[in-house]
C-alpha cells in the first residue's frame, strides 16, 4: 500500500530564501508524482507534474526532482515571496490503478 | 486540460440527512476519482467511479454510506447519506488524463 509522507509538516522563513520541501514514497510503481498547491480554503492548483519517467520538472521558481530508486521527491522554492504562502502537497500516482496518494503537506509561510 | 465543475459549491445541511454532489467534466474520461478532505488535513482517496459498474471503495468507505453513479463518461454523483458533524469536509472530484485535475470542490457543513 502507498504511504506518502511531507516533511516538514510546517516551515516558516523569511522572504528572499530558498527553500526546499520534501516528499518521500513507499511504492516506486508510480505513473507520476505531482505537487499541488493549496491556499486556505480554496482548492488544489497544480504546480508540477513529474512523469515517472523523468527526473525533474521546472516552471518559474519552481524546480521538482524524483528519484523513483529511493522513494522521494523534492520540491525547490527559489527566492521565496510571501505570495507563496500555501501548503503544498504531493501526490504519487499509481501505476496499476491511477490513484493518487497525498501526503499530509508542508505549510509554508514566507514572512516579509 | 480537462475542466471539472462540481455542485452545490457548498452546503449546510442538519443530520441524519443525505446530500448529493454532482460533478460534471468537459470531456469524456474513463478514470474518475472522490476525494474527502476533512477540516485541516490532506485528501483522502474515498473511491475510483467507474462507468456502468460499481465503484471501487478504499479501505474505511462503503457503499452505504457513500454511494457512487457513474452513469457515463462525463458525469459522476457521490452521496453522503445519514449525515453526521463527522462528515463535515471538502468533497472533490477528479479526473486522470496523463495527470490529475480536480473540480473546485463541494465543502459541507453538517450541523
Known amino acids: 500500500k502507498q504511504e506518502v509522507t511531507q516533511i516538514p509538516a510546517a516551515l516558516s522563513v523569511p522572504e528572499g530564501e530558498n527553500l526546499v520541501l520534501n516528499c518521500s514514497f513507499t511504492?516506486?510503481?508510480?505513473?507520476?508524482l505531482q505537487w499541488f498547491r493549496q491556499d486556505p480554503g480554496k482548492g488544489l492548483t497544480s504546480l508540477l507534474l513529474i512523469q515517472s519517467s523523468q527526473r525533474e520538472q521546472t516552471s518559474g521558481r519552481l524546480n521538482a526532482s524524483l528519484d523513483k530508486s529511493s522513494g522521494r521527491s523534492t520540491l525547490y522554492i527559489a527566492a521565496s515571496q510571501p505570495g507563496d504562502s500555501a501548503t503544498y502537497l504531493c501526490a504519487a500516482c499509481s501505476s496499476n490503478t491511477g490513484k493518487l496518494i497525498f501526503g499530509q503537506g508542508t505549510t509554508l509561510q514566507v514572512k516579509p | 486540460s480537462a475542466v471539472i465543475s462540481q455542485k452545490p459549491s457548498r452546503d449546510i445541511c442538519q443530520r441524519g440527512t443525505s446530500l448529493t454532489i454532482q460533478c460534471q467534466v468537459d470531456s469524456q474520461v474513463t478514470m474518475m476519482f472522490w476525494y474527502r478532505q476533512q477540516p485541516g488535513q490532506s485528501l483522502t482517496l474515498i473511491a475510483t467511479a467507474n462507468q456502468g459498474s460499481e465503484a471501487t471503495y478504499e479501505s474505511g468507505f462503503v457503499i452505504d454510506k457513500f454511494p457512487i453513479s457513474r452513469p457515463n463518461l462525463t458525469f459522476s454523483t457521490l452521496t453522503v447519506s445519514n449525515m453526521s458533524p463527522e462528515d463535515s469536509s471538502i468533497y472533490l472530484c477528479?479526473?486522470?488524463?496523463?495527470?490529475?485535475?480536480f473540480g473546485p470542490g463541494t465543502r459541507l457543513t453538517v450541523l
Open positions: 511504492d516506486s510503481a508510480i505513473y507520476n
Open positions: 477528479s479526473v486522470l488524463e496523463n495527470e490529475q485535475f
